[in-house]
């Protein structure tokens, strides 16, 4: 197909002008989508897939193998960064660099068993940005009931929360009174050592102001250092520290450890967490999925966004901007069709960037502007993975939780591993079946593979290594029943967030398990944007919440 017939295959969009427009369908953009319609601005949002969701996707078998082998290839930057356009703008090319890397994918079953995989593969729906989950009290439930995306989706409780201890066995995680008697992996002493600690934590918060409270100085203090003086043993203090309060990095090392949480910040964590067990009554545990996925969870909002008047476009591809001559400044987009838009800001998929460095920029034009935006902020990356088993990894236990806390699999583990399993019920894979999504922050590609490995040996049967030195191996007490490895997947995604005034970038998927940083930054996004509108004005009733046997529906 000739480039002129290819351009009029795309849909003209009328009208040419808007408030705003968005270029990628993920979580950030989606929810600023519909927070800016509801204030009434005029919204385009497009996205050059045929799917919603971008980095934030669910996607079959095929399609996830398609995409991260397909975004995972440099861009070719060689074509002139900046051409001269008519008498009031310039045309400035944008590319896409990958947010992935470092993909290895890995088809362990059987011949019969691949088949079933091939002719099932519609019927799996692959997180790209998991593992990732929602506290029942946390603030991505708080949202979905005041912009109204809850009614379009349905949730069920994480049926358990564990714990990889250094011995190879899982452990719940003791998140209630109940839950602290019924556990037979802690002593007597423990028991008591921990309602006395979740005690005086309850005490803090409540607004009597009779109660004890934690010193000033203690809050300031590092979380860690205020768990050894109310003398918890190492292994409570290791399952407050990363499986309750969600730390990532080593607590106990100051060498490794970029992230020391404060004591402050570690009591909301757990009066997070604490809230959220048990609120809805077929979610006993602190954690919910959607069902069908991550990827409905920016469905839901880009159709609160298309109520409110949101145009939405897939399959458009954005390939440059438009900026002023003379100052500089944003003026609209150039679509793969040859059509002009023109907008007041701009939002930008992540992994939209412009050609470094700008010589061919014209002479007259400010091109410090540019190299600007071509300096996307890189804070980290973090190492994924999927596995796809024909049983649980705990029996009588479809979805769960795992956390590895560090050193709990090998010496050198300097960060958390987070995992967790979803079956069937879910709708996310074929009866029979369960995923597995595993992650780590990590420096390189080499740590992040060897922790993500290590983790998934502890728990599976994985295929033979091709240089198992390089991974160690831990033994488990089950060795025999360890779920067998149908389908894997590995991979590095980068984590950045970049801004370039009336354009800007929303952040990729993070580390964590729930979506509490991303949303902050994203509601941060929109002040900056509209510093005079309300994010989501609070227009429908006060929240309410039904369940039933199929799973847990919001309404507000």
């Known amino acids: ?263 402050k910040d570690g009591i909301d964590r757990l009066a997070q967490y604490s809230s959220s067990v048990g609120r809805f009554p077929n979610a006993p545990g602190a954690l919910l999925y959607p069902i069908y996925g991550e990827g409905e969870l920016p469905q839901a909002f880009c159709r609160r966004a298309a109520v409110k008047g949101c145009i939405y476009v897939l399959r458009m591809p954005v390939v440059s901007l438009l900026m002023d001559k003379v100052t500089g400044f944003y003026k609209g987009v150039r679509l793969a069709s040859g059509q002009d838009l023109y907008s007041h800001q701009l939002i930008l998929d992540p992994s939209f960037t412009i050609p470094s460095p700008l010589s061919l920029s014209p002479r007259d034009f400010p091109s410090e502007r540019l190299q600007m935006l071509s300096q996307i902020d890189i804070k980290g990356i973090v190492a994924r993975g999927i596995c796809v088993t024909r049983s649980s990894i705990k029996p009588d236990v479809s979805n769960c939780s795992v956390v590895y806390p560090p050193r709990s699999l090998y010496p050198e583990q300097v960060t958390s591993i987070r995992a967790l399993q979803i079956g069937s019920n879910l709708a996310v894979c074929p009866g029979g079946t369960f995923i597995l999504y595993f992650s780590t922050l990590c420096n390189d590609a080499d740590e992040g593979k060897k922790l993500l490995k290590a983790a998934m040996n502890a728990l599976l049967t994985l295929p033979v290594s091709e240089n198992p030195e390089s991974i160690p191996i831990v033994q488990s007490d089950s060795e025999d029943i360890k779920p067998i490895v149908l389908w894997s997947a590995f991979y590095i995604q980068k984590l950045t967030m970049s801004k370039f005034e009336s354009i800007r970038s929303t952040p990729t998927p993070d580390g964590n398990l729930n979506y509490n940083d991303l949303l902050d930054a994203t509601e941060k996004l929109f002040g900056q944007m509209y510093p005079n509108e309300e994010f989501f004005p609070k227009t429908t009733a006060p929240e309410d919440t039904m369940d039933d046997d199929n799973g847990i529906t919001l309404e507000s």
């Open 1 to 263: 197909m000739s480039e002129a017939e290819e351009a009029s295959s795309y849909p003209l969009i009328d009208p040419a002008n808007f408030d705003l427009i968005i270029v990628g369908t993920g979580l950030p953009e989606s929810v600023i989508a519909a927070a800016t319609s509801a204030v009434g601005k005029t919204v385009l949002h497009l996205d050059p897939n045929s799917f919603y969701g971008s980095h934030f996707t669910s996607l079959s078998l095929d399609e996830l193998t398609s995409y991260l082998n397909s975004n995972s290839i440099p861009a070719n930057t060689a074509a002139a960064a900046a051409i001269s356009g008519d008498s009031d703008h310039v045309v400035i090319e944008l590319i896409r660099q990958p947010l992935y890397s470092d993909v290895e994918i890995v088809s362990c079953a059987s011949d019969d068993e691949t088949v079933v995989l091939r002719e099932n593969s519609r019927k799996f729906n692959l997180d790209l940005g998991g593992p990732r989950a929602l506290f029942s009290a946390d603030k991505a439930i708080d949202l979905l009931l005041k912009s109204g995306a809850a009614q379009y989706l349905e949730f069920k409780g994480v049926d358990a929360s564990l714990v990889y201890e250094a011995n190879g066995v899982l452990v719940n995680v003791p998140d209630s009174r109940g839950a602290i008697f019924r556990d037979k992996n802690l002593s007597l002493k423990e028991k008591n050592q921990l309602m006395r600690f979740f005690k005086l934590v309850q005490q803090h918060l409540a607004d009597d102001n009779q109660s004890e409270r934690i010193l000033e100085e203690d809050l300031e203090s590092p979380f860690v250092s205020f768990l050894e003086k109310m003398r918890l043993p190492p292994k409570i203090k290791s399952i407050l520290l990363y499986a309750i309060a969600m730390v990532d990095y080593d607590q106990d090392n100051d060498e490794v450890c970029k992230d020391l949480l404060k004591t």
